[in-house]
Nanobody, 111 residues
Framework: VQLVESGGGLVQAGGSLRLSCAVS??????MGWHRQAPGKQRELVAR??????YYADSVKGRFTISRDNAKRTGYLQMNSLKPEDTAVYYC?????????WGQGTQVTVSS
């Protein structure tokens, strides 16, 4: 199973970015996005499984997670970005009970 993330970059506060996570090698049951800011622990941002989704309180109403099963790709639409959203974002998928992680993509939000 391989994951390729894309869509990160530099954006001004209030702006938007859409992260993509293309999965090859297998179907997946669950997809999540985590992030890790410098000096902080990695945290779960959003997760989707079947029709159920979860969002961290810090991103509710601003981020939307989705998946396209036909394309085996997941997305994280991030709106109204804040400087505190600056982090490396990681995609993770669950295949037969095992988690697979992407390489991470940097998101930087300037004030």
């Amino acid at each position: 199973v391989q994951l390729v993330e894309s869509g990160g970059g530099l954006v001004q506060a209030g702006g938007s970015l859409r992260l993509s996570c293309a999965v090859s090698g297998s179907l997946f049951s669950r997809m999540g996005w985590h992030r890790q800011a410098p000096g902080k622990q990695r945290e779960l941002v959003a997760r989707v499984a079947s029709d159920a989704s979860y969002y961290a309180d810090s991103v509710k109403g601003r981020f939307t997670i989705s998946r396209d099963n036909a394309k085996r790709t997941g997305y994280l639409q991030m709106n109204s970005l804040k400087p505190e959203d600056t982090a490396v974002y990681y995609c993770v998928v669950t295949v037969l009970g095992r988690d697979y992680w992407g390489q991470g993509t940097q998101v930087t939000v300037s004030s």
